[in-house]
């Protein structure tokens, strides 16, 4: 068994780079007079991005990703823009949608997280718009995107290890792991003497400080209170109250590293299924819909090993990720009978990389080449 870094080591911080004490500094704790300028979700997104960048014009060059080169770039801001939306609306609609909802700026105020599954959605509705003002099969941009969520999940998942993060089911494995108790939109979980619980909530005042109060909260799974670690106080009530509670920091009991699992199941395993298959497709939408049966199952099965969020529980005995991921596999299967009815062939879509045909007309308008295929992937 061993204990999460941010049990074990009271310095540890996911901060990669921070500026304080007039330099800057690499996974140190950031004191309060001082910068994160990016933290390891920052640069899992970043280094997608760029690698993102760098595929798609490789793919152009090669005669894969048939669009104009000007639109390259374009599609690529265009799906960071639907992941961003998507992901904080999945995370709204599937798993918190009254504490979003009731106040909705805290789409945009609050950074409690992202969905995978709202990822997918977003970029599947925003690219529809992006192919017809291209004029592009919808399915052709969708195949690029697929390796891109593969190559993410690796990245973004070692990211929620190292911040303790979405963690797995109770287990006896020797390489399972306790990582520090967390609530509902990932709040700190503290204990009183008594072995009462409770939830750290923030509240933001008018002068732009933060304070801290505590609210009684009982977790849905187990978990421990250690009794070597240090004391802390927190207000019990209103910020002003006056009236301090001394608590301990709770733990779960050991779990499955559930987000390395899925960074293996549906991170490289699948890296490797899509790559094969972007080799063999020659229609579009075969890499979306190999991608959505791929992710689905994988999914499904990892998270046999992860425990629900805190608060969410089970639904018909499985978890909503992995209801999601179910209606995922059903949606390729149907997408690989339309493409057996309708077929288009990726090589007969246009493009402007020199050496291949047909050749996209430079001299019309980029969002309405005349020699495009009709949207109808």
Request: aromatic fraction near 12%; include cysteine; charged fraction near 20%.
């Given at each position: 068994m061993f204990d999460h870094p941010y049990i074990s080591d009271p310095e540890y911080s996911t901060t990669v780079v921070s500026w304080f004490d007039g330099g800057f500094h690499f996974f140190k704790r950031v004191p309060e007079d001082g910068i994160e300028l990016f933290n390891v979700f920052h640069l899992a997104y970043g280094t997608i991005f760029v690698?993102?960048?760098?595929?798609?014009?490789?793919?152009?060059?090669?005669?894969?990703?048939?669009?104009?080169?000007?639109?390259?770039?374009?599609?690529?801001?265009?799906?960071?823009?639907?992941?961003?939306?998507?992901?904080?609306?999945?995370?709204?609609?599937?798993?918190?949608?009254?504490?979003?909802?009731?106040?909705?700026?805290?789409?945009?105020?609050?950074a409690s997280g992202f969905t995978i599954h709202g990822m997918i959605l977003g970029t599947i509705i925003v690219f529809w718009f992006w192919a017809r003002w291209i004029k592009r099969p919808w399915f052709h941009l969708l195949d690029q995107s697929v390796i891109f969520v593969a190559f993410g999940t690796i990245l973004g998942?070692?990211?929620?290890?190292?911040?303790?993060?979405?963690?797995?089911?109770?287990?006896?494995?020797?390489w399972a792991v306790r990582f520090p108790m967390r609530g509902p939109l990932f709040r700190r979980i503290v204990a009183n003497p008594k072995g009462d619980t409770f939830m750290v909530v923030a509240e933001e005042l008018p002068d732009d400080k933060t304070a801290y109060h505590l609210e009684p909260w009982t977790?849905?799974?187990?978990?421990?209170?250690?009794?070597?670690?240090?004391?802390?106080?927190?207000?019990?009530?209103?910020?002003?109250?006056?009236?301090?509670?001394?608590?301990?920091?709770?733990?779960?009991?050991?779990?499955?590293?559930?987000?390395?699992?899925q960074a293996i199941t549906e991170g490289i395993i699948l890296l490797v299924i899509l790559v094969i298959a972007r080799r063999k497709a020659k229609n579009v939408g075969t890499l979306s819909a190999t991608?959505?049966?791929?992710?689905?199952?994988?999914?499904?099965?990892?998270?046999?090993?992860?425990?629900?969020?805190?608060?969410?529980?089970?639904?018909?005995?499985?978890?909503?990720?992995?209801?999601?991921?179910?209606?995922?596999?059903?949606?390729?299967?149907?997408?690989?009978?339309?493409?057996?009815?309708?077929?288009?062939?990726?090589?007969?879509?246009?493009?402007?990389?020199?050496?291949?045909?047909?050749?996209?007309?430079?001299?019309?308008?980029?969002?309405?080449p005349q020699d495009a295929e009709p949207n109808t992937a």
């Open positions: 690698f993102a960048l760098v595929m798609c014009h490789v793919w152009w060059k090669r005669g894969s990703f048939r669009v104009r080169k000007r639109q390259v770039l374009d599609s690529v801001l265009v799906a960071v823009a639907a992941i961003i939306i998507g992901g904080r609306l999945g995370e709204a609609i599937f798993y918190q949608p009254e504490y979003y909802f009731s106040e909705p700026m805290r789409l945009i105020t609050n998942r070692i990211a929620n290890f190292l911040s303790a993060d979405l963690w797995g089911r109770e287990t006896s494995v020797p977790p849905d799974q187990g978990i421990e209170i250690p009794h070597d670690t240090p004391l802390q106080s927190y207000p019990t009530g209103a910020h002003d109250s006056g009236v301090y509670e001394l608590v301990r920091t709770v733990i779960t009991t050991p779990r499955h590293p559930s987000q390395l699992y991608f959505l049966i791929a992710y689905g199952a994988l999914r499904t099965v990892a998270e046999f090993f992860r425990q629900p969020e805190p608060g969410l529980g089970f639904l018909f005995g499985l978890t909503r990720g992995q209801l999601l991921s179910l209606s995922m596999v059903i949606g390729g299967l149907i997408l690989f009978a339309f493409i057996k009815r309708k077929p288009i062939l990726i090589d007969s879509i246009p493009t402007d990389a020199p050496g291949f045909t047909p050749q996209a007309d430079a001299a019309t308008p980029e969002h309405e």
